[in-house]
Nanobody, 117 residues
Framework: QVQLVESGGGLVQAGGSLRVSCAAS????????MAWYRQAPGKQRELVAR???????NYSDSVKGRFTISRDNAKNTVYLQMNSLKPEDTAVYYC???????????WGQGTQVTVSS
């Protein structure tokens, strides 16, 4: 099992920046994919960004150029740097881990990000 603990969410004004973190612990396989998802009220959870253990990244079109996903494998931590935030970015942000060996996955508890006008 892998447990994910998120931090860094909060309230920020439009145009501001915020960095959220996700620390993984437990039976972590080195070859894995970490990702950030978000879910706004009444909406389906959507993929925001993902990063492989080799460092390859993918972003949704809505955040490309504004958000950056990164990871520190020594600390088993993944980050999402969010710049030029918009009210439309307001959502609960979730961290996800998936082992590329076993296929097992885990979700974080979610952290609220609120962007005010």
């Amino acid at each position: 099992q892998v447990q994910l603990v998120e931090s860094g969410g909060g309230l920020v004004q439009a145009g501001g920046s915020l960095r959220v973190s996700c620390a993984a612990s437990g039976s972590i396989f080195s070859i894995n994919v970490m990702a950030w998802y978000r879910q706004a009220p009444g909406k389906q959870r959507e993929l925001v960004a993902r990063i492989t253990s080799g460092g390859s990244t993918n972003y949704s079109d809505s955040v490309k150029g504004r958000f950056t996903i990164s990871r520190d494998n020594a600390k088993n931590t993944v980050y999402l740097q969010m710049n030029s935030l918009k009210p439309e970015d307001t959502a609960v942000y979730y961290c996800r881990y998936e082992s590329s060996v076993s296929g097992r996955y885990s979700w974080g508890q979610g952290t609220q990000v609120t962007v005010s006008s």
